[in-house]
């Protein structure tokens, strides 16, 4: 049996826990324990979390990091436009290396599990490749060559918009209905690190009965869906439909436990109370929504209202889940001139169990016996860190941390990232590499 | 004479060049070429910058990064509670090593010059130590053996509020009147890295007759001051004076082009034509806004009036003069919902020659012939920045970059960080150091 010895590590408390010993088994955590002596086990120095969630990722998107940002004028839909292109050119002999090395970069980022909200699903015009899955298999195939845990949002896209055609790039998004969705997703192959769940692209892009076949098909499984990111989006539904997104993601039967909505920035009090009563997760991406000029979510309402936080690096502008896990706070802090909303251990809650549920994952994300063998370790030796004491070390974790403090990662109890480097890709390289094509 | 060749330098315009050669002539630059073979000078891989000026630095607050940042509940003002407890345990043998840890933090950050607003000048009760500038001092060999560049901006710090006494922690910012406050600096030492300027703390603590002795006092120098960073300041000011802070300050014959608004968050139109019309510069503080719950500033329709834009750490909760440049333009899009307020470029100079005309160093800043030799240069290596295609690598080192991708720093022709490491200090020892007392 393996053990690791950690110098501190966060149990869930205010603080973190010195010298914890954890016990492997196979993939699992077998034991716990505070207050003891390293022995022979593996030392980690530094501060250890439970491995990381990134619960909301289009992997393709690294691509338009820093070729986006830059222009004067626009909004979410002349960057989607620029998106649009970008998708033009991707099959799955281009997406699978770029997939691995952003799937890489998330892991030297401190991310154990990752959430792909996948739509890239078809050639150019539509057409099925000669293995309809080809572009999620490529993203199954990445994610296991970069180490990370997988779950695969096969999403459904149906349409242009309410009573549009879909446009070119679009077209590739599109599955000819539910039904042929759900065949097609059937074939794709679950494995120990890799499981399949299910996404709503958004109700600009699936019509209500659509949403309701695509719920009853996901049952027990993750069900994500894009909700209420764009006023515009807001406005649409309404004249569509006379309900809000949530409003009619709830009539379609979505909402529950299982179900995740994905920056729910501009909701009405009513869609509050449906997500939170409904015991929803709530999955922000504050420096995408920054980069999107989207706005800034109400997270502590949604979740006194008893919805659940989760957070993705979504667009890839950067990969950063410390930096997304304090933007939740920090930016509702702009928003409201008050401090302190949400607690630094729920943040790292947020980015730990609240991801790892949100995937389907629910005995990720905490460090405990029987759990998931997933852990991040911080260095305390950068200075972003140095000195910080262990009574402070959550929120120095989630206030002051960035992804470059990361030095160990450690999935399913294999070793992935050592000394702050990936063991067995040149991440960089491999960044290089795919973003030349 | 020396010569450094940049594998690519940004010289101004929207994508850097590359192969550039700059000869040095002591801690100026000699001439600049573009396209130019390396030959025998040493060789700067990657992207180089002008140095980044970090216009506005309490050091001493460093002590709070990861302390203040948690609490449930509270605001500015509490924040404040905080930071005048740290203020009761410092004197200059505990200020000398802080500051230098936290200097050669900056400069590890790419930063080759530091406003220090320094209003933390006696001891307990505000009685003057020995040396009454025994702490400005400590402020000064402090960056000389970090080797960053500064500027101390000597503050004058009247009295607790409009009509309110100076508390216990207030006591030691305060000298007994402007005259004394001047005599006090103009014992101050500058040096050829070290130049002296003044600062009226804000209008909460500065009357207008001492406002105006101080701005009269500054005459070329710069002169800085903390503006409207909370809607109550605001309205405290208007309550005393009748006028916004803005408005008082300009009746004081403060504003102008060698004045520096530190914040200016809360503005009226007319505050914003004033300070445009001035020609001053607005100091943004992004991350210290936003954890401190202060707001969105509105930085574009100040430069647009005619201000110029710097940035500045202020509280250290972070020091990321990346993450700062970058959150003028993403806080903008939060506030607005629209994109591209501030080109690239832009964005750099107020990090850079804005910076640089703030703290009266108007020779630096730039990369060109007469200009100061203060450079920084990012690795193109890191997983964050890998891949730039040259024509985008502007708007990825504003976008994307970290501090951690710096890799080498170069003030006033000398070589302070090399290969990522501050060449004489082990400076995560030092933060450890100091932060333990």
Same mark, same amino acid.
């Given at each position: ?29 077998? =034991? ?15 501060? @250890? ?5 990134? &619960? ?6 690294? /691509? ?36 691995? /090395?952003?799937? $890489? ?12 909200? !996948? ?14 899955? #080809? ?34 790039? +679009? ?21 120990? &690190? ?10 600009? &892009? ?6 309701? #076949? ?15 990111? +764009?006023? #515009? ?9 006379? &309900? ?21 920035? !501009? ?13 929803? @997760? ?11 000029? %989207?706005?800034?979510?109400? #997270? ?9 936080? /989760?957070?993705?690096?979504? =667009? +890839? ?24 909303? !949400? ?8 980015? @730990? ?25 911080? =260095?305390? %030796? ?5 000195? @910080? ?13 960035? $992804?470059?403090?990361? !030095? ?20 960089? $390289? ?8």
């Amino acid at each position: 049996m393996t053990a690791l010895w950690c110098e501190l590590a966060w149990l869930g408390g205010e603080a973190p826990e010195p010298g914890v010993l954890i016990e492997l088994d196979g993939e699992r955590i077998a =034991s716990v324990r505070a207050g003891a002596p390293a022995g022979d086990a593996r030392r980690l120095a530094g501060l @250890t979390l439970p491995g990381l969630a990134n &619960a909301h990722s289009h992997t393709f998107q690294r /691509a338009l990091r820093g070729r986006t940002q830059g222009a004067l004028g626009g909004s979410f839909w002349t960057w989607r436009e620029q998106m649009y292109a970008l998708v033009e050119r991707l099959d799955p002999d281009a997406y699978l290396p770029l997939a691995r /090395a952003t799937f $890489a970069e998330m892991v030297l980022a401190g991310i154990t599990l990752v959430g792909e909200f !996948h739509y890239l699903h078809h050639g150019a015009g539509g057409r099925a490749y000669a293995d309809p899955n #080809a572009m999620g298999e490529a993203i199954v195939t990445a994610a296991g060559e970069a180490g990370v845990r997988l779950t695969l949002l096969d999403t459904f896209y149906g349409h242009g918009g309410a009573g549009r055609e879909p446009d070119a790039a +679009q077209q590739r998004f599109c599955d000819p209905g539910v039904e042929a969705w759900s065949q097609r997703v059937a074939a794709l192959r679950e494995g120990p &690190a890799v499981r399949v769940g299910a996404a709503i692209h958004s109700v600009r &892009a699936v019509d209500p009965e659509a949403a309701a #076949a695509v719920a009853a098909w996901a049952g027990e499984r993750p069900l994500h869906a894009h909700v209420s990111e +764009q006023p #515009a989006e807001n406005a649409e539904c309404l004249t569509a439909h006379g &309900a809000t997104p949530t409003a009619v993601l709830a009539a379609a039967g979505a909402l529950g436990e299982h179900f995740t909505a994905v920056h729910a920035t !501009h909701l009405t009090g009513e869609d509050v109370a449906l997500l939170g009563g409904a015991g929803a @997760t709530v999955c922000l991406c504050p420096t995408t929504e920054r980069d999107l000029a %989207d706005g800034i979510g109400g #997270a502590r309402r949604l979740r006194e209202a008893g919805a659940r936080l /989760a957070v993705g690096s979504d =667009s +890839q502008a950067v990969i950063d889940p410390f930096e997304e896990a304090r933007a939740i706070e920090l930016d509702e802090r702009l928003a409201t001139g008050v401090r302190g909303h !949400h607690a630094p251990g729920d943040l790292l809650r947020a980015a @730990t169990a609240g991801g790892y549920a949100s995937l389907g994952w629910p005995e990720g994300g905490r460090i405990e016996a029987g759990a998931l063998a997933d852990l991040t370790t911080l =260095s305390l %030796d950068g200075v972003r860190l140095a000195g @910080t004491p262990p009574e402070h070390a959550v929120a120095s974790a989630v206030f002051a941390a960035a $992804a470059g403090d990361v !030095h160990a990662v450690t999935v399913g109890g294999r070793e992935i990232v050592r000394g702050g480097a990936h063991v067995a890709l040149d991440v960089a $390289a491999e960044l290089r590499e795919a973003l030349a094509r």
